[in-house]
């Protein structure tokens, strides 16, 4: 059973820089086929692919964050971290790290996910 656990701080302030971090047991972020994401969900809002780092460790950022956004992995502690510069209080919601396919920027269809954790921007 793979599970994934993020962790990271619950309270930024703005135009700080957020780091989260999902550290994944029961399978390895390089096994082949499968692409590990980041998600976002804002309150009353639809979830958001944020981007995710590949089984290779290609990257890839959802366009609306390119440049603010960046993915890392650290394949010795079988852990990927979010980096988001610049953040703002629009950035506040739940955070969760997910593993999916290559398509899985779009379907948003992952077949383990993270219990999420909480981000909230504030000054």
Request: proline share 4%.
């Amino acid at each position: 059973q793979v599970q994934l656990q993020e962790s990271g701080p619950g309270l930024v302030k703005p135009s700080q820089t957020l780091s989260l971090t999902c550290t994944v047991s029961g399978g390895s972020i390089t096994s082949y086929y499968y692409y590990w994401s980041w998600v976002r969900q804002a309150p009353g809002k639809r979830q958001e692919w944020i981007g995710y780092i590949s089984y290779s460790g290609s990257t890839d950022i959802a366009p609306s964050l390119r440049g603010r956004a960046s993915i890392s992995r650290d394949t010795s502690g079988n852990r990927f971290t979010l980096r988001l510069n610049s953040v703002t209080p629009e950035d506040t919601g739940v955070y969760y790290c997910a593993r999916g396919d290559r398509a899985s920027d779009r379907t948003l269809e992952y077949d383990y996910r993270g219990r999420g954790t909480q981000v909230t921007v504030s000054s």
